[in-house]
């Protein structure tokens, strides 16, 4: 790259970081609200949440790259109209491939680390993020118990608390058990607390009563106690048999699913899918770009400014961005869309780069002949 090509790729990168930053935080903010409320309501290590937060960036993170490139190109190629500098560089000769290389250039290393991303670190983030959500729920089952409503704890198995203190003492406890439809259980009592080990977790309940409801007789039976075990295996059963889904999987076993995957024709779709979901997406950096520099470098100079270009760019890419994602849902029903998947960037970045080159053959002014592009 010349000079003029640094300088323009100096100013993309810079713009990208901002911008990246910018939506991440966003995204991230948003996505740790569910987290904070872990260690606010009631005592989860500040090193879990830390570590739970740090795994949300790689799942979000390849979504994220494409579409701060093109705000980052929208932004940088706009300032540089705005400023006069485009028309300064046009006028010296410079043709819109040479002003389009920088972004290319960056829109190739963007789609490089969103390869790296897709194919190693976002299912092996999104595999130990599931994972330590599920540790944090069973060891830390507690914090999900919301005051003053009834939580559905599993299948058939609520718990209501009026009030919890900052000894993690449960005050007011109502346990509703109806795994045994025929004999559903009541448990009521002044104080509680969760207790975790080798065997699982359990409600200690103490001073209160026992009710349990046969409903063949009708008959109903009650029990007063200081204290009582309630057996809580339907928390730790959830997620031993829970089964990953296709995004925790790795490109490996995507590519070479097991042959219990193999026999279940719904599985084998979602791993399809979600195999040509991580392949085909980071070429959506390059479409977008394409469709960016193709929107702000084609045609001639307007001094009313490139709002219109600026505001067309922005709804092609969302117009794309959302048949994307409409597209992988999609995929995962009916197979025969998947290479539709590879079609709709190349269907974006071709007309682009068309509607680029027009300019390609423009009238170069005198002495201009070596710095055209």
Known sequence: MN??????????????????????LTIWLSQSLRLIEMVVEAGAPMRVFLWLLILTVPTFLGIVLPLALVGAVLFTYNRLATDS??????????????????????AFGVTVVVYVLNL????????????????VRSDYSQLFLREGVFNEVGDRFSVFVRER??????????????????K????MGERAVMLTGSE??????????????????????????????VDLKVLSSASGERYPDARERSTDELLHPPPQMAADPKMMRDLLAELHHRLSSPLLAL??????????????????????????AVLVVMAIQSAVLGLSSLAAKVTVLV???????????????????RNLRRRVPPGGEAAAG
């Open 3 to 24: 000079r003029l090509q640094r300088y323009l790729f100096r100013n993309l990168l810079i713009a990208l970081l901002y911008s990246t930053a910018g939506l991440t």
């Open 85 to 106: 500098e485009l028309v300064v560089m046009r006028a010296a000769g410079v043709g819109p491939f040479a002003l389009a290389a920088p972004a290319m250039l960056l």
């Open 120 to 135: 190693w670190l976002t299912p092996a983030a999104h595999q130990e993020l599931v994972r330590m959500e599920y540790a």
């Open 165 to 182: 203190d900052s000894e993690a003492n449960l005050h007011n406890v109502i346990i509703h058990d109806g795994r045994v439809p025929e």
């Open 184 to 187: 559903p259980v009541t448990i």
């Open 200 to 229: 699982g977790a359990r409600f200690v309940v103490y001073n209160g009563n026992r009710q349990e409801l046969d409903r063949k007789t009708n008959r109903l039976s009650q029990l007063f106690f200081e204290r009582y075990a």
């Open 287 to 312: 479409a977008y770009t394409m469709v960016a520099l193709a929107c702000l470098l084609s045609g001639e100079f307007n001094r009313r400014g490139q709002s219109v270009r600026v505001t067309t």
């Open 339 to 357: 290479p539709l998947m590879y079609v709709l960037p190349v269907a974006a970045l071709a007309p682009a780069a068309w509607i680029l080159s």
